[in-house]
Every structure is written in structure tokens, then in C-alpha cells.
């Protein structure tokens, strides 16, 4: 039932009775509707910031701001103490002038190579005239470590023979301590001035000197033995060279020997490897372990030969191939090398091959652009590893028409390694022959039995510590800049980072307090795990997740919805309007009447 | 890698053989062809983990990229594609921009040092227009717009053996031998567009050197730098054996151990340490495991079991049995 208000006989009736509903009405206009759509939209548009936090991506945290510390500032110091004794100078020269024209020389010869590693900030020499009648020496901050007055003389060196084994161990009895490097001059012995480097971390140097002036010559050969031997290793490289640091990125190096029969028909030839890997690879692999963690492999191919061309000489009476032919020399089609399967996928492999050619090319020999036979018959391949031609013996005048078998006699394997061993030393960025000549003069260098002298070693470890260092600065700051905002970072990848500049912080103090080995381990370890980060398998640009995934997969529940909320909201928000706009109208009209 | 396996398709009439011509001259799946991906393997993913190097730790060596920073490299890509894409296995697509983005990403990590990549589908040079780092080399058989065509077809096997493109560049390297010194700019030149039906390009403004002076050998022919071998390495060792007899003996059981495998000269250390620090009661818990794995018939044992079981349950039952049928019902009623 309606309720109509009883008719009241009045003028003003009227009005009300004529109301026109599309522009006046007389109650207020309800907001009960209004309410509800706007607060439908309201929760809607609150939800939003959920949904945005539930779909981030999640970006394990980098240290940003330590991996562009560490990048602009990859670099190690190492403390450089050397050591010089001049011994039976009867012209008695003052320490302190010696000191200071050596340190001079070094300065000078130090100056142009910006190699990492070097001397450059903490170096301490001193130095030691002894002689019969009176010692004297510079103060060294440190005592105990260096020489003591009167341990040589000069009757040690006995000049007759050149038995420098024999000086080596001596002066290694007497000197040996770690981190000092020492250099001896004595003033004896016959014509001419002699300069042997040894085979532990010092240097002699004999030579009969009687005049003043000599005297800078000996100057300028003790500083060139100290900068160019001791420091740089005996090579002109460069420092932060790829090329000559054959080790894995897990610190790994599988060195993998070949024996490879060309033509198995004319003759096959076997190795007994397992001595020679007792005997000679092991002290060298043991020396090197701070460097790397190698595994030796070895095998026996057939039907390989090679894919270069060769021609017969009469001359050398034999077939001769040249340096041109060299990098066609490997057939990678037929040498199946690369069968290891003890070598994980970020180790590096140096494969070591002896070729023994066929019949019809025996004895192969290689020419070099000198006009002179090779005396190695061997060559490298920087970061492949390195060939030896191995003739049979007497191939020449044999006539074989049926396969023979034969194994490699122990003096021939013997030679072989030699070669070998100078090849690895040649992928190291060594020298593998026996003499330096400098810019003073010429110096001998005795070899070890371990492949690698100990200065020569203090030398890799420390070019390594630096490259690896380098390397691990450099792939952290790729790390950081790859850029690709959507990209998961997983936790894994954060705690690699972070373990691997602890190991790079860990290298750098160790460096400054000299420990070779220990600095190159954990700069090993920084590189390893900064590379681990990088090579993740889960840092993908196909798989990270765009914005349009994200949209295509979040749109078909939110859009339809929030469309109808919207524009319902908008209808009731419009309708509320239109309905005040007639109930004010009706208000003024009815305040106009009144 | 290689998406479908023509060689040992089933409708292949020359079962194993591939020939990129009509007089089946040339075989192209030779001996020495070793094919890494194969079939489902070649995927858009697998080939830009390949090239980046981001595998699984267990990928072998055969399926990875092993290059460094002094590496040359050649990227060969055939097949179907267009306008900045190429197509993969005729469900995905390789785009312009992850592929440079991908080259950036190895240059970063110094993966090569040289880079060619030869590409023969149509629109190809649109695939390598976003490259932008430095080293890279490349050459496309077509450009926007055009398409690329096959060769001819072989009407004894019932498909198009060769594309044009690739027709003109094995013809150009079937002339050469090892000597010859042809240049980069020799082969780039040598194609003609009337013979192609299609307008090769190539881009140089990321490559330093001058095309005349590279030889092709730089890129094809799996050739080496090489350093010859100056002296061997000799130790006046006569002596030295006598005085590393002692030394070396030890180090002959370091080597043995050092044969074996790791992981178990590890696992032999732990288990000592465990035994030593272990406490009485699980001493003697250990014990008693021993003793019961020694028993070597346990059903016997189980029986026993339950043969001693059941009167131990009556023992212990019966003052409860007792308790609950005759003086509990005293005490209740």
C-alpha cells in the first residue's frame, strides 16, 4: 500500500502534483548501490600491490658495490727481498753505493713493463761485500733471513771445472730461504765474466774484475738478473695474457700423450707410459699443484695420418716439411684426440702427440725457415698442446712388407720427454732452452729435474695469481651488468659471488704478505667460483620472464572482472549524480516558492 | 647440429649419404662427420647455451663450445626464416636480438676472439642486423624483402639437395687447396646475385681487419697457430736418479692412490674418524646391528618370536584376566 499524503487544499499543492521525474525528485537520492560498487572497485584496486609483490621476479641480492670495487682494482703486490753478496773484491766498494746503483738499475729496468705482480710498491735489498779482511753490509730491516758474514768464500767456487751442480747445492745450503732472492758475485776465476742462474732462488755470478768501472757492468748484470729472471721469469710477455695460462676454468688440466701410427701396415709402435709417468711426469705434476690439479691420460691411436704434404730432399736425405705446413700439420678429421673422459667440461685439455710417420715419409723431418733441420722436430699450438715427429729408427733402409710391432726403446721415449717437457714449458710461456740473452750479456739456466725451477715457479705462481685475479674481477663485473631486468638470480648464484670475492680478498692479503702459493690457490678459487656464478645454467635470456608473459598469463582473470567493476561503478557514480543534481533541483525550487 | 636427420631418414634412398648435388659425387655425411645435436636436441635453448657455455654440470665435452679468447669461429645457419628471425624445428624461432644479445655475452667472457657467421634462409640479413660487438663478421644470402631459393632438384632422391647460396660457397672452396691463399673478400665477391636470384650482404663495421688481408683459411680448414719447438728440456739426470730412488718409492704409493678414484680414499679416511669418536651407546647399538645382521635366518627368528610371545602375554594377562572377570564384578554388583 502506498501511502499517499491526504490531499491539502493549497496553493502550493500544485506544484508537486506537476513534478517532472526526469529532472526533480523529491527524496534523496539512495547511495546504498554507490556504496557497494565503489567499494567492490576499492578492494580490487587495494588487492593490486599483493598481486605486483606476488609476481616479482626474485633477484637474489649482488654485492654491486664490492664487484665494482674489486673491478676497478684487480691487482696483487707482492714484496720483492733481494739479496746481493760481493765476494774477494779487495777494492773493498761500500755497500751503500752499491745498494744505491742497483736499486737504480732496477728502477730503470722496471720502469717500461707494467707487469703485474712485480715489485712494484715493497722492495728491500741488501747488500753484502765480504772479503778477507773485513765484511761489511747494508742494515736490512730484517736480519735473520739474510746473509751472514763469512758463510762463502771464495775458495767454494772452484774455478777449474764448471761444476755448477755443485756450486748450486752449496749456495742453496747456505742461502735457501724462502722468499729472498740472492745474487753472488765473486771476483775470480779466468776471462771474462760468467753469469749462471740455479735452480732454487739465487744467481752467481764469476768473472775476475780488477778495475773500477767493471764495477757498473756487474751493477747493471746483478739488476737484469733480478728484474728480468727472478721477476719476469725469463720472458718478455705481457702479463694478462690468455695465451699462455693453459689451466681450466675448475682449476683443472688433463694432459692427454698420443702416440699416433700413421700407417699401422708398415710398422706399429707401442710405449711403456706407465714408467715414464712414475718416473718422470710425477714430481713435475706435484711441483705444480698450487697452480693446478692435473690428470695425465694416455693412448694409442692407428690410421692417422697427417693432412699436410711432404717432399723428398736429397740434400738431408729425407722428407722435409716446412714451417708453412705446420698449421695444417694436425688433422683434426682423423686424430681423434679429444676422447677423455675423466675431464669434466670446464677443465682444459693439452693433448701431447708423438707422430710416427709412414713408409713412405720416413724420415720426416722439418725445415725450418733458418734453412736448418729442427733439432726437436717438434712444435706447439698455444693452448692445444704440442707435436713431436718421431722417426723410427732406421726407416731408411728397411724394407717391410708386413706390419711389425715394436715398442719405442727407453732412451728414444727418454728424448721424447725431454722434447715434451720443453713444450710444456713452452704452454706456460717458459723458455725451453737453457740460455737467456739480455741486454747486458748472456746467462745460463741450470734445469731441474721437477720440469721448473723454483724461481721459475714463484714466477708462474704469481702471474697465475694475477690473471686468475683479473679474471675473476672481470667475469663478476659481466656478472653485474648482464642486463636483463626480468632475470631470476637464484640464492646459489649470490652465495657464489660472495665466496668468490672472500677468495679474491683472501688472495690480496696473502699476495702482501708474499705467499706465492697460497695467494695463487685462493685466486684460483675466486676465478672457479666467479665463473661458476657466470656459466650458471639457470641465468637464460629465453627463459626469464618478460613483461608480456606476465601479462598474457594475469590478464584473463583481472581484466574482464575489473572491467565490469569499473564501469558499473562509473554507471552508479554517474547515476548518483544525475539523481542529486534533480533533488537540488527541487530543493531550490521548492526554497524559490516558499 | 642438425634438426632433421636426412642421412637415416626412412624415405632416404641412399641410406647414410648426403649429396649437395645431382651427380652424387660428393658425399656430405663422410666418415669424419661427427653431428653433436641431433634431431629433438636442437632447440633455441640448447643453441644459445652452446653458445654462451651455460650448461648443466654433467654436459660432456663433445656438446659444449670450447673456445677461448683466441679462438675462431664459424657459425653456419641454414633453413627457413624471414624478417629478424630464424625458425627452429617449425615451432620456435630464433630472434635478432638474443642472438646478439648472446654474442655479447661471449665476447664479454672473451669465447672468441674472431667471429663468422654465414647465414642462408630469406630476409637473412635481417638476423644479424642488432649485432654490436666488436670481431664479428657477417654474411647473409639475402636482404629484407628477398627470399633465398634452392640450388636445383634431384629428382632420383625427390627433394632440393642444395641451396644456392650454400651451392656457390662449397663450389668456391671445391677450387681451392691448402696453399692457395685466397682472401675473405674473394669469397664475398665471388657471389652473383643474378645466379643466386638474391642479394647476399655482408656487414664489416664490427670487423677490424680489411677483408683483403684475411685468408679463409682464418675461418675454415681447422687451422692452428703454431710455434715451433726451439730445444728439448734435459736435466743431467744420470745423478739424479741414484739420489730420487729413495724419494720416489713414496711418491710411487702416492701415485697408486692418486690412480684411484677420489672419492673413496675420502670415504676410507671418514669412516676411521667416525669409529673413534663414537659414544658407548651407540657402540654398543652398533653392536647389536652387527650381531643381527649375522643371524642369517630371520624368519626363524621372527617365528621365535612369536612363539615366546605368547606366553609372556599369558603371564602377563592373566592376574588382569583374573582381576576383570571375577573379583571386578564381586566389587561392582
Known amino acids: 500500500m502506498s501511502e499517499i499524503s491526504p490531499e491539502v487544499p493549497d496553493n502550493r499543492q500544485d506544484a508537486p502534483s506537476h513534478v517532472d521525474p526526469n529532472s526533480t525528485r523529491i527524496t534523496k537520492p539512495g547511495v546504498k548501490r554507490l556504496v557497494l560498487t565503489l567499494s567492490v572497485l576499492f578492494s580490487l584496486v587495494l588487492g593490486f600491490p599483493f598481486l605486483w609483490k606476488s609476481v616479482e621476479i626474485y633477484r637474489s641480492s649482488l654485492p654491486f658495490g664490492e664487484i665494482s670495487e674489486m673491478e676497478s682494482n684487480p691487482s696483487l703486490s707482492f714484496p720483492c727481498r733481494f739479496q746481493a753478496v760481493f765476494i774477494n773484491f779487495n777494492s773493498n766498494p761500500s755497500p751503500n753505493h752499491l745498494q744505491l746503483s742497483i736499486l737504480d738499475k732496477i728502477t730503470e729496468l722496471t720502469s717500461n713493463s707494467s707487469q703485474c705482480g712485480a715489485c712494484a710498491n715493497d722492495l728491500a ?33 772452484d774455478f777449474s771445472n764448471d761444476d755448477d751442480d755443485g756450486v748450486d747445492e752449496l749456495l742453496e745450503s747456505v742461502l735457501g730461504v724462502k722468499n729472498v732472492y740472492s745474487v753472488v758475485v765473486v771476483n775470480g776465476g779466468g776471462e771474462g765474466i760468467r753469469a749462471v742462474v740455479g735452480k732454487y732462488r739465487h744467481a752467481w755470478i764469476v768473472g775476475s774484475v780488477e778495475e773500477e768501472e767493471e764495477e757498473s757492468v756487474l751493477v747493471s748484470r746483478v739488476a737484469e738478473i733480478f728484474v728480468k729472471m727472478f721477476v719476469n721469469g725469463g720472458t718478455e710477455n705481457g702479463l694478462i695474457h690468455g695465451e699462455f695460462m ?34 718422470l711426469l710425477a714430481p713435475i705434476i706435484k711441483v705444480l699443484g698450487p697452480i693446478a690439479n692435473i690428470s695425465v691420460e694416455s693412448q694409442v691411436l692407428y690410421h692417422t695420418p697427417k693432412s699436410s704434404f711432404s717432399y723428398w730432399d736429397e740434400k738431408w736425405k729425407s722428407y722435409i716439411f716446412s714451417t708453412k705446413d705446420l698449421p695444417f700439420f694436425v688433422n683434426s678429421n682423423e686424430w681423434h684426440l679429444d676422447t677423455s673422459i675423466a675431464a669434466g667440461g670446464r677443465s682444459k685439455i693439452l693433448q701431447f702427440v708423438v707422430y710416427v710417420p709412414s713408409a713412405k715419409e720416413c724420415p720426416l723431418s722439418l725445415l725450418l725457415p733458418t734453412g736448418e733441420i729442427s733439432k726437436t722436430n717438434g712444435f706447439i699450438s698455444p693452448m692445444w698442446g704440442g707435436v713431436v715427429v718421431w722417426n723410427p729408427p732406421g726407416c731408411l733402409n728397411s724394407e717391410t712388407n708386413h706390419p711389425s710391432r715394436h715398442t719405442m726403446s727407453r732412451e728414444d721415449l727418454q728424448a721424447v720427454f725431454e722434447v715434451f717437457m720443453g713444450q710444456f714449458r713452452q704452454l706456460f710461456g717458459l723458455k725451453s732452452n737453457n740460455l737467456y740473452i739480455g741486454a ?17 715457479l714463484d714466477v708462474l705462481s704469481r702471474q697465475f695469481a694475477c690473471f686468475n685475479l683479473h679474471s675473476c674481477a672481470t667475469t663478476l663485473g659481466s656478472l653485474s651488468r648482464l642486463s636483463l631486468p626480468r632475470m631470476i638470480i637464484m640464492d646459489e648464484i649470490g652465495k657464489l659471488v660472495q665466496f668468490s670475492l672472500e677468495a679474491a680478498k683472501l688472495a690480496q692479503s696473502n699476495a702482501s704478505l708474499g705467499d706465492n702459493e697460497s695467494s695463487a690457490v685462493s685466486s684460483g678459487q675466486a676465478r672457479s667460483l666467479a665463473e661458476d656464478a657466470f656459466f650458471h645454467p639457470s641465468i637464460m635470456s629465453i627463459s626469464y620472464y618478460s613483461f608480456e608473459h606476465c601479462f598474457a598469463i594475469y590478464s584473463p582473470f583481472f581484466l574482464p572482472v575489473s572491467m565490469h567493476v569499473l564501469l558499473a561503478a562509473l554507471r552508479e557514480w554517474k547515476r548518483y549524480k544525475q539523481e542529486k543534481a534533480k533533488y537540488t533541483a527541487w530543493k531550490a525550487k521548492v526554497k524559490v516558492e516558499s | 647440429m642438425l634438426a632433421d636427420d636426412m642421412a637415416c631418414n626412412a624415405r632416404n634412398k641412399y641410406p647414410a649419404q648426403v649429396f649437395n648435388n645431382e651427380n652424387h659425387k660428393l658425399n656430405l655425411y663422410g666418415d ?41 669461429i664459424l657459425l653456419y645457419m641454414t633453413g627457413h626464416g624471414g624478417d629478424e628471425f630464424l625458425k627452429f624445428q617449425d615451432s620456435e624461432e630464433l630472434q635478432s636480438h638474443d642472438l646478439a644479445d648472446a654474442v655479447k655475452q661471449m665476447k664479454e667472457k672473451h669465447r672468441f676472439k674472431e667471429l663468422l657467421i654465414m647465414v642462408d634462409t630469406c630476409q637473412a640479413a635481417t638476423l644479424f642486423s642488432q649485432l654490436h660487438s666488436p670481431g664479428v663478421l657477417a654474411i647473409g644470402s639475402s636482404m629484407k624483402g628477398e627470399n633465398s631459393y634452392s640450388h636445383h632438384l634431384d629428382s632420383d632422391v625427390g627433394v632440393s639437395v642444395v641451396d644456392r647460396f650454400t651451392f656457390y660457397t662449397l663450389a668456391f672452396f671445391e677450387k681451392l687447396n691448402m696453399y692457395d691463399n685466397a682472401s675473405l673478400s674473394s669469397l ?35 687451422v692452428m697457430e703454431t710455434i715451433h719447438t726451439d730445444s728439448a728440456y734435459r736435466t743431467t739426470h744420470s745423478r739424479k736418479t741414484s739420489e730420487t ?16 678414484i677420489n672419492s673413496n680414499v675420502q670415504d676410507q679416511t671418514s669412516d676411521t674418524k667416525i669409529e673413534d669418536k663414537q659414544c658407548p651407546f651407540t ?51
Open chain 2, 283 to 333: 657402540r654398543r647399538w652398533n653392536a647389536f646391528q652387527d650381531k643381527l645382521e649375522k643371524i642369517e635366518r630371520i624368519d626363524s627368528l621372527v617365528n621365535y618370536g612369536f612363539i615366546i610371545m605368547f606366553p609372556l602375554l599369558l603371564i602377563i594377562m592373566f592376574p588382569l584376566l583374573l582381576i576383570s572377570t571375577w573379583l571386578l564384578p564381586t566389587f561392582v554388583s
Open chain 1, 125 to 157: 735489498l741488501s747488500v753484502t761485500v765480504d772479503s778477507i779482511s773485513s765484511c761489511t753490509q747494508t742494515h736490512p730491516t730484517d736480519n735473520s733471513n739474510y746473509y751472514r758474514c763469512g758463510a762463502i768464500s771464495a775458495v767454494d767456487f
Open chain 2, 32 to 72: 669424419n662427420v661427427e653431428v653433436d645435436y641431433h634431431g629433438y636436441e636442437v632447440t633455441v635453448e640448447n643453441f644459445l647455451r652452446v653458445l654462451t657455455g651455460r650448461h648443466e654440470a654433467a654436459v660432456p665435452r663433445s656438446k659444449r663450445l670450447l673456445s677461448d679468447e683466441g679462438s675462431h
Open chain 2, 245 to 260: 730412488k729413495m724419494p720416489l718409492q713414496e711418491s710411487v704409493k702416492h701415485d697408486e692412490r692418486r690412480q684411484l
Open chain 2, 188 to 222: 664475398f665477391t665471388s657471389y652473383n646475385p643474378t645466379l643466386l636470384m638474391s642479394t647476399t650482404y655482408y656487414r664489416t663495421d664490427l670487423y677490424q681487419r680489411k677483408l683483403e688481408e684475411v685468408s679463409v683459411t682464418n675461418f675454415f680448414g681447422s
Open chain 1, 246 to 279: 693453459p689451466v681450466g676454468a675448475d682449476r683443472r688440466i688433463v694432459l692427454s700423450f698420443n702416440l699416433l701410427n700413421a700407417e699401422p701396415n708398415d710398422w706399429v709402435y707401442d710405449w711403456d707410459f706407465q714408467r715414464v709417468d712414475e718416473t
Open chain 1, 440 to 456: 747486458s750479456g748472456t746467462y745460463h739456466l741450470l734445469p731441474s729435474g721437477k720440469g721448473f725451477t723454483e724461481w721459475e
